[in-house]
């Protein structure tokens, strides 16, 4: 009984990851950039959904707003930190960038919200509700999370196989040249890319601030680096990839908690990753590591 | 014409000379209270980042991996050096250089374990087994209090940096890994960067070389470590965090991959910047973090890109430049 | 994706006019304040404390406090005719920057610093303070080492503290289930990563042993936790009378949910950490019944607390917390001895038998601050009554002293 609790706490939190490691892993795909400011994406939409809650506006409204916000900075922040660096930018210094991106993002709602904790008026979002299903408390919030994961990451995978944009996000995370040659807009594909991983990290947002009901400016730190190992996992550039090392991770934690070695948790956790990485050198779903000579 | 060359052993003479002179006289300034407190704690610290991220440099910049633990290495010699120059195994100055060796020497292992995965994996999931280890070291230390304090940390640890000490390690750092870098064994390790499935096929042995530049940079991560220890006189697991590492990083990718004068002056910069920035208060990692975004843009390569400085070949120009004029004035006249 | 040098100019132009902006806004925040005296006219105090990043809303309600004491001060007229003038530094809540931070504060020759706020970059800077015979006082760093060196037996005299320490709420909250709540039976879960939860949580055990409160359990989790589900759900299962958990207030406004989740029905206890939970919860109806110490209540209806609460809503425009509080009480304890050695000496500002005569006058410190009556023990920590404060309808209320 105790173990299912677990497991469903295991999956909540999963998910969570999942949807935010999404966003990893579609940026990696396409630029190869380790996109760190993606976890502070997270933190701008619990202060956008936070501050929209406060004008007494129905909480939907909060949601959707937090989703747009989140996507928007994420394009802005493309536009102005990364394209300016070029096409032929080392990797590295797109990665400095993101880590610019990062602490400006930190700094400016430290300045603008103060580096007070702000409360998260998590039950207007979703009610606290317990169901007791075979002596096991299951909340709603975790159901509803799960659920709006799970049908966020159907969506995302009917759009990247179903529609033309999908087909072109693939293209070029294929091979940026030859898409281009194809005529696919690959500027605006990288942007589009951008915002629905940013979007969906805005999903997480709120997810994560339902779970945990507060928000800070450092709050997005420590789910993007869990993400962004989820993303590893799973293999980094794969969409199918990041929903399960998004689980994988959430699940692991779990269970390293319930087994009494909480203290340990993101030692073990780690040392898990490092374990898998060995024996599949590109996580989950990577693409095999052949090289052409 | 002939081109002006110095002579090898000349060479050597000129750099050995400039840095005892470099050693004298910053030891004088130290000692003569020319400086303020501050500005001399700021020259021990920017020793201790100076010897960082030049050590990260051969694994980020000549090896052109991602490591993101490399403060994982540093809590290893830091922890290792405070351990043993508390127990009082030896005394004096037997003692000192004992703690760095055994700081140095214990991060060094640690970085040959990590050093082996690399046999495996590649790129960004590398990067990660760094990370990895980096956290798990931290999560580690605080759950062994017996040994390392765990998290209120270890106190009453004998403050052994001093300039002088810090700055020959510093030297010594740089110069080992230079020669290193110019040998046989360094040329490998670039062409591992340029190309691994070429290096392998002219027969560079990439295991091998991978964990050495691996154990290279751990070694002196270690040092720099054991000179952190010896600064605070105490130790806690949390400055060794994810961030440390990714600050050491930005030192060594604003100063130019690859480039030692870079990382140096990188290191020395940022390091001192919180106290060049102090009358801006609170918006001071602002500033930081706009000017971050903004060199990226402006000088993607870094400050000094992969150019190094020398000395001689400075001399070499200059001696090339006077000759011409000298000619040309002969012509003349 | 090619960016036009066009416009990789334009944005260069925008991002240097931003970043000239963001120079020019810090011209507002100047690093010094206070009268426009001559340096030898004036006081000079440095503040140290983390400002920026994961932990600086405790340092910057510490310097709140202090900074609206020295206001109010230098608008009454400062100490003997001198204005107060103040020097801050970030230390970032890192050791080595903490230690830098104190030279500079050392360069801008102040007479005294109020600092540090968290424990660990406080007691990196002790050692060299105390070689340096530099008054210093924190208004929050708990940990028992800032003022005691226990390894070798070694006092700080130049250190002192406006808070309480860790083993002495440890103590007084198994106390306080014991004797004031009949608990017979409690479990602990704490912090493993951050020291002043495990302080409290060794003293909390060690007198709950000696005074017949059994200990069921100690449950504990790491330093980036955020989820505590399964180590509530083994306390449930032992159903303790109270459980006691030393943490800050944000872990508890996501753990006490996580406890009703998980069938926690135990009467919740904690220590001054807590302060400010009830901000940092939208719906603190999990809370309710619990119970923990502070060193301040907003309820506290003596005229000095009130008026300390009014003055600080003009300036700041919201409530004081603890840190807060503690941090006017620093201030006030440290320039009432400065006035003192002003007063009754004629030792030049800055010469070592003025920080001698400070610290002495601090260690006689018998003053009535906004966070109660304060005398110091022989190791530089407050004696000083504390406030109990209880989780009732929803709001936080005065319970009493204890």
Redesign the interface.
């Known amino acids: 009984m105790l173990l299912f609790a677990q497991l469903v706490n295991g999956l909540q939190l999963g998910s969570i990851y999942a949807l935010i490691a999404l966003g990893y892993s579609m940026v990696y795909g396409i630029i190869k950039l380790l996109n760190f400011a993606h976890g502070d994406v997270i933190m701008v939409g619990g202060y956008i959904s936070l501050m929209i809650i406060a004008t007494g506006t129905h909480p939907m409204v909060a949601v959707v707003m937090a989703v747009v916000g989140c996507a928007l900075l994420a394009v802005m922040i493309y536009r102005l930190a990364y394209v300016p660096q070029g096409p032929t930018a080392p990797r590295l210094s797109l990665l400095i960038a993101a880590i610019g991106v990062s602490m400006l993002l930190q700094n400016l709602a430290q300045l603008i919200f103060s580096a007070n904790i702000h409360s998260f008026p998590a039950n207007d979002i979703i009610p606290m509700v317990i169901y007791s299903v075979g002596g096991v408390n299951i909340s709603l919030a975790s159901i509803m999370t799960i659920v709006s994961a799970v049908s966020s990451m159907a969506g995302l995978t009917l759009l990247v196989h179903k529609t033309k944009t999908g087909q072109a996000m693939l293209a070029v995370s294929e091979d940026t040249g030859a898409a281009q040659l194809m005529g696919v807009n690959v500027r605006s594909i990288v942007t589009f890319t951008f915002a629905i991983g940013a979007g969906l990290a805005g999903i997480g947002s709120i997810l994560y601030c339902v779970r945990f009901p507060i928000v800070s400016p450092m709050m997005g730190a420590l789910p993007g680096l869990k993400a962004f190992v989820a993303a590893v996992l799973g293999g980094i550039g794969s969409i199918p990839g990041a929903m399960i090392g998004g689980f994988a991770i959430g699940l692991f934690e779990a269970l390293v908690n319930s087994a009494g070695l909480s203290t340990w948790t993101d030692g073990i956790v780690f040392a898990i990753l490092i374990v898998v990485l060995l024996v599949r050198p590109t996580g989950f779903m990577g693409p095999s590591m052949a090289e052409k000579v | 014409m002939k081109e002006f060359r110095i002579p090898m052993p000349a060479r050597y003479g000129i750099n050995l000379a400039l840095i005892a002179m470099f050693l004298i006289t910053g030891n004088g300034v130290m000692t003569s209270g020319m400086l303020s407190r501050a500005q001399g704690a700021i020259v021990i610290e920017v020793g201790i980042f100076i010897i960082l991220a030049v050590s990260l440099n051969v694994v980020a910049g000549y090896l052109g991996q991602l490591p993101l633990g490399h403060a994982g290495f540093m809590a290893v010699g830091a922890y290792s050096a405070a351990i043993f120059w508390r127990s009082d195994v030896l005394s004096g100055v037997p003692s000192i250089i004992g703690g760095l060796l055994v700081a140095g020497l214990m991060a060094a292992i640690f970085g040959i374990i990590i050093g082996i995965p690399a046999l495996r994996l590649k790129g960004d999931y590398l990067a990660i087994i760094t990370l990895g280890f980096g956290e798990i070291i931290r999560v580690v230390i605080i759950n062994l209090p017996q040994i390392t304090g765990g998290t209120p940390g270890l106190l009453n640890i004998p403050r052994h940096t001093n300039f002088l000490l810090l700055y020959v390690c510093v030297i010594i750092t740089c110069a080992v890994i230079h020669m290193m870098m110019k040998s046989r064994h360094g040329r490998a390790i670039l062409s591992l960067r340029e190309n691994e499935i070429a290096a392998e096929s002219c027969g560079v042995k990439t295991t091998y070389y991978k964990v050495m530049a691996f154990s290279l940079s751990a070694f002196f991560a270690g040092v720099a470590g054991a000179f952190y220890a010896g600064t605070l006189g105490m130790l806690t697991p949390g400055p060794f965090n994810f961030m440390k590492s990714i600050n050491i990083l930005v030192m060594v990718v604003l100063g130019g991959m690859g480039s030692m004068m870079g990382s140096v002056i990188a290191a020395s910069i940022l390091t001192a910047l919180p106290l060049l920035m102090q009358g801006l208060n609170d918006y001071r990692l602002i500033i930081y973090a706009l000017m971050l975004i903004i060199v990226m843009i402006f000088k993607p390569s870094g400050l000094m890109g992969t150019y190094d400085f020398s000395l001689s070949r400075i001399l070499e120009k200059a001696g090339n430049w006077m000759m011409t004029r000298g000619d040309k004035k002969g012509g003349v006249a | 994706?090619?960016?036009t040098s066009k416009?990789?100019r334009v944005?260069?132009v925008v991002?240097?006019v931003?970043?000239a902006f963001?120079?020019a806004?810090?011209n507002g925040?100047?690093?010094t304040g206070g009268g426009e005296a001559n340096d030898a006219e004036t006081i000079r105090v440095g503040l140290l404390g983390p400002?920026?990043?994961?932990v600086?809303?405790f340092?910057?309600a510490v310097r709140e406090g202090a900074l609206l004491y020295i206001e109010q001060r230098n608008a009454a007229g400062g100490i003997n005719g001198m204005q107060i003038e103040y020097f801050?530094?970030?230390d970032?809540?890192?050791?080595?920057?903490a230690?830098?931070g104190y030279?500079?504060l050392?360069?801008q020759e102040v007479t005294a610093i109020i600092g540090g706020v968290t424990s660990?970059p406080t007691?990196?800077v002790v050692?060299?303070a105390f070689e340096d015979n530099m008054p210093m006082i924190t208004a929050s760093a708990t940990?028992a080492?800032v003022t005691y060196?226990a390894?070798?037996g070694v006092v700080f005299t130049n250190m002192f503290r406006a808070c309480f320490i860790d083993p002495f709420q440890g103590e007084k909250m198994a106390e306080f289930a014991r004797n004031v709540l009949e608990a017979e039976t409690a479990a602990v879960i704490f912090n493993?990563?951050?020291?002043y939860s495990?302080?409290l949580q060794e003293a909390f055990v060690a007198r709950a042993a000696a005074i017949g409160l059994e200990v069921v359990t100690i449950?504990?989790?790491?330093?980036?936790?955020?989820?505590?589900?399964?180590?509530l759900?083994?306390i449930a299962a032992l159903n303790p009378d109270v459980l006691f958990i030393p943490d800050y207030?944000?872990i508890i406004?996501?753990m006490a949910?996580q406890a009703i989740?998980?069938?926690v029905t135990a009467t919740l206890l904690g220590a001054d950490g807590w302060d400010?939970v009830m901000?940092?919860?939208?719906?603190p109806s999990s809370l309710e019944g619990a119970f923990y110490m502070s060193g301040f209540s907003v309820e506290d209806d003596t005229p000095k607390v009130q008026d300390f609460i009014t003055r600080f809503m003009e300036r700041y425009g919201h409530e004081p917390n603890m840190f807060s509080a503690q941090g006017y009480d620093a201030a006030m304890i440290l320039f009432a001895a400065i006035e003192h050695v002003e007063n009754t000496t004629d030792h030049v500002q800055g010469s070592d038998e003025y920080r001698t005569a400070v610290i002495n006058a601090m260690a006689a410190t018998n003053l009535t601050g906004v966070t109660g009556h304060i005398t110091y023990d022989r190791f530089n920590n407050p004696i000083k009554t504390a406030v109990m404060v209880e989780i009732r309808d929803g709001l936080a209320r005065f319970w009493g002293t204890f």
């Open positions: 994706m090619r960016l416009s990789k944005l260069g991002l240097v931003a970043l963001a120079l806004a810090c925040g100047g690093t400002y920026t990043g994961a600086a809303h340092g910057l801050w530094f970030d970032e809540h890192d050791p080595i920057r230690l830098t030279n500079w050392l360069d660990g007691m990196a050692p060299q940990h080492g060196d390894e070798n493993t990563g951050v020291d495990i302080g449950e504990a989790y790491g330093v980036d936790a955020v989820d505590f589900t399964s180590q759900t083994n207030f944000s406004a996501l949910p989740n998980a069938g400010g901000d940092a919860m939208t719906d």
